[in-house]
């Protein structure tokens, strides 16, 4: 087995990573890795009804789309994520228990009454410090988990509140939980680096391999990745399944309701509604609008040269795009 502390902080570059490793190598592979503050989503989400979008962008959260299912999930740098990648096919899929059993083991050593939970939980005191997923590529099993340990909890409430009710889809919900951080269960004072050496020498106790760091050549292929698919819009928002959003506001021009259909992350229907006035027909603004991403620089990049008075008197730009979230 390879053992890797992978040392970079940055979201895309580690989720293509993970990716590289599964496919690229054929040893097993334990690696631990730490992202800055990120929203992590599943293969099968709407990102937009996952998030609260004016937070992340605010605070300038990175979303990112993992290979793996389930819910989403917050990083920062108080957050440990860890991965095994086996050769073990379909028998060990699902088997979510077998991988947590190390880090619950280090726990218990530092007397922290952890256990697993549910289908795919690690918690304490019946509140969340853990959750897993897993991925299938040919005969090999990617399993990943978090551990809450020193993390903002603030920030993971803030980034996680999605405005849901405007969006009607069939993607997988993320289901809110409790949750808490390891540190302030346990009986002395520990740092994470301190907490990454317990994880990492005890995983190594209990399977022969040696330790690896990426090469210059390992980098390469990875950042490339990152260009080609963890960096972009595309992945990251235009891989969400088909929905549809809705949603109405008061201005001092009138009330207006948008109502969008969106495929692969692009706006294939768009109707305007509501007591607005205009002097142009608002249809030519939901024509202008069709094939566009539905993203605020592409909408605004859509309307620029558009007069929009013209179409809803007294609404601003701004306004209107605030309909859009």
Sequence with gaps: MLYIYNKSTDPYFNLAAEEYLLKEFQEEIFMLWRNDSSVIIGKNQNALAEIDLDYVKKNRIKVVRRLSG?????????NLNFTFIVNEGLSSFADFRKFTEPIIEVLRELSVDAEFSGRNDITIDGRKISGNAQYCYKNRILHHGTLLFSSSIRDLSAALKPRSLKFEDKAVKSVEKRVTNISEHLKKPLTIEEFIDLIMDHVKRGKEGRVYEFTPEDVKKIEGLVREKYGTWEWN??????????NEKKFPG???????????????????????????????VERLLKGVRHSEEAIREALMGVNTADYFANISVDELLSLFF
């Design 237 to 246: 928002f235009g891989e969400s399944p088909e929905y549809k959003f809705r």
């Design 254 to 284: 009138g009330t207006v309701e948008v109502h969008l259909n969106v495929e692969k992350g692009r706006i294939e229907d768009v109707k305007f509604y509501g007591d607005f006035f205009g002097k142009r027909d608002v249809a030519e």
């Design 70 to 78: 389930g819910g989403a999930v917050f990083h920062d740098l108080g």
